[in-house]
């Protein structure tokens, strides 16, 4: 007599895979970015803005991805104040998504950091449809409180591994005004 408990084990396993795989799917599922945790309960949700961004992505690994991404109606967070403590101004954080290229079927969505009261970039995170790119500060971007947007010029993002090479953003991502913490 044979012993079939093993192959049942690997194809509950398999059909266990499938069937979370199909809710994600139906239930809306694509990608979803979480690079970091702020705790505390903050509210990164993205709702509809009613303003437009365009970006253009150029020099990837993958030709298929550079083209320009935009949206008129960018899936907007609120822009939310992390606080670091020990004299440090704190950190402006806010998501965005909803970028549809323009010449394929490529999605792209966001977040961005910058230094509560300045126009410093601290940090750009770019998903493209599961290929992700970050970098730190950036002479080539700048945070425009006045104008509630973040300009991007040219700026190299690294891919994060697994992603490979890097990609060069250039564009307007809008941000929300209502609401922004005081420095933000």
């Given at each position: 007599?044979?012993?079939?408990?093993?192959?049942r084990?690997?194809?509950?396993?398999?059909?266990?895979?499938?069937?979370?795989?199909?809710?994600?799917?139906?239930c809306?599922?694509?990608?979803?970015i979480?690079?970091?945790?702020?705790?505390?309960?903050?509210d990164?949700?993205?709702?509809?803005?009613?303003?437009?961004?365009?970006l253009?992505?150029?020099?990837?690994?993958?030709?298929?991805?550079?083209?320009?991404?935009?949206?008129?109606?960018?899936?907007?967070?609120?822009?939310v104040?992390?606080a670091?403590g020990?004299?440090?101004?704190?950190?402006?954080?806010?998501?965005?998504?909803?970028?549809?290229?323009a010449?394929?079927?490529?999605?792209l969505?966001g977040?961005?950091?910058?230094?509560?009261?300045?126009?410093?970039?601290?940090?750009?995170?770019?998903?493209?449809?599961?290929?992700r790119?970050q970098?730190?500060?950036?002479?080539?971007?700048?945070?425009?409180?006045a104008?509630?947007?973040v300009?991007?010029?040219?700026?190299?993002?690294?891919?994060?591994?697994?992603?490979?090479?890097?990609?060069?953003?250039?564009?307007t991502?809008?941000?929300?005004?209502?609401a922004?913490p005081?420095?933000?």
């Amino acid at each position: 007599m044979q012993n079939r408990s093993a192959p049942r084990g690997f194809l509950r396993g398999r059909l266990a895979a499938l069937l979370a795989a199909g809710c994600v799917s139906a239930c809306g599922g694509g990608i979803s970015i979480a690079f970091f945790s702020i705790g505390g309960g903050t509210d990164l949700s993205l709702h509809p803005s009613g303003l437009p961004s365009s970006l253009t992505v150029g020099e990837a690994d993958d030709p298929q991805v550079n083209g320009t991404y935009g949206s008129g109606d960018t899936l907007l967070s609120d822009v939310v104040l992390s606080a670091s403590g020990g004299g440090d101004p704190g950190t402006c954080i806010f998501r965005f998504s909803g970028l549809q290229q323009a010449s394929g079927p490529r999605g792209l969505e966001g977040e961005i950091r910058y230094v509560a009261g300045s126009a410093v970039l601290g940090t750009t995170f770019i998903a493209i449809d599961g290929l992700r790119y970050q970098v730190d500060g950036g002479s080539l971007a700048v945070v425009d409180l006045a104008h509630d947007q973040v300009r991007y010029a040219g700026l190299v993002l690294p891919g994060i591994a697994p992603t490979p090479g890097h990609i060069t953003l250039s564009g307007t991502v809008p941000m929300r005004d209502a609401a922004r913490p005081v420095g933000c």
